[in-house]
């Protein structure tokens, strides 16, 4: 199991920047990929954005050109830089890995609330 913890998120008005990031229990490079996922009020859990252990990224429709995800190779922490947020944008974000084995693991979530 890793362990996942993560920080920063907040409140920021429409147009604004956050930035979270999400320490992991594991070295990065021993995980298949670790993610951003989020859940508003009433919606279901969705992908925003993940990375794979060989770099490669993806993104949700709705955050592309606006999120970046990134990591810290020597270390063990992944980043959402999140830019031109709206209220759509707000909910609770969680961290995600999942092993090379497929066992999936998630952060306590951090909430990012953006007013209009």
């Known amino acids: 199991q890793v362990q996942l913890v993560e920080s920063g998120g907040g409140s920021v008005q429409a147009g604004g920047s956050l930035s979270l990031s999400c320490a992991a229990s594991k070295p990065i490079f021993t995980l298949r990929r670790m993610g951003w996922y989020r859940q508003a009020p009433g919606k279901q859990r969705e992908m925003v954005a993940t990375?794979?252990?060989?770099?490669?990224?993806d993104y949700a429709d709705s955050v592309k050109g606006r999120f970046s995800i990134s990591r810290d190779n020597a270390g063990r922490t992944v980043y959402l830089q999140m830019n031109s947020l709206t209220p759509t944008d707000t909910a609770v974000y969680y961290c995600?890995?999942?092993?090379?084995?497929?066992?999936?693991?998630w952060g306590q979530g951090t909430q990012v609330t953006v007013s209009s």
């Open positions: 990375i794979t252990s060989g770099g490669n990224t």
């Open positions: 995600n890995s999942q092993t090379f084995s497929g066992r999936a693991s």
